[in-house]
């Protein structure tokens, strides 16, 4: 492989059901999750090695969240995340039959160019590849080379799932802050005020005062006693 090699598939539910488990009116979860989507999509078409990304929606009318980033869009609307991506991963070999594929979920608040662009490299080394995410049952990130399928497992248990899919898991510790997913208001409070991520940093800053009064005043821990945050 070479640079530019690989196409990023952004997955993206329909933004009046996204980020349910956060107790926000709304229209507050459906701003939160805009922004998630358009600080990721924006990472991820400046990480190094990306040619290209591929947002898959739910819903025609979600189109405008991104139509000024310079992405392609796939419209799989009630599908599920994990047909969602293999639709995503098709337009992408359909237009780029050499390349490489990467699914990416839209909600990694910590995402950044660099750390993408050197997680996609350690997964160069692998047909398949995937990192678990940081509660160490899930999966953020799932990759694979050209000529191999992507076969997504994503769901509860998904990193077990993954492995015995036979995908490699990546345990670089640099690969940190793509391991952390935002669900809740308690992880909110963690990821404010950011600097490179000005979407979210501006839905955030627009959240009422009540909402910002129910974010924990401590952080939440994870299972081993280790902090949310990279």
Known sequence: MT?????????????????SRMELDPRDRQAVARALLRDTVTAARAASGVAEVVVVLDRRRDV??????GVRHVLAAGSGLNEALRQGERAARTRRPGCAVAALPADLPFVEPAVLGRALAYAQ??????????EGHGTTLLTARPGQELRPFYGVGSRAAHRRSGAVELVERDLAPLRFDVDRLAHLRLVSPLVNHPNLAEALGGLPPEARGRMPATHPTLPEGQPWIC
Not at 3 to 19: L, T
Request: glycine share 6%; proline share 3%; no cysteine.
């Open 125 to 134: 080394a692998h047909d398949r590849a995937f990192l678990a995410d940081a």
């Open 3 to 19: 640079g530019g090699d690989w196409v990023v598939v952004v997955p993206q539910k329909d933004f009046r059901q996204a980020k």
């Open 64 to 69: 405008e969240a991104v139509d000024d980033l």
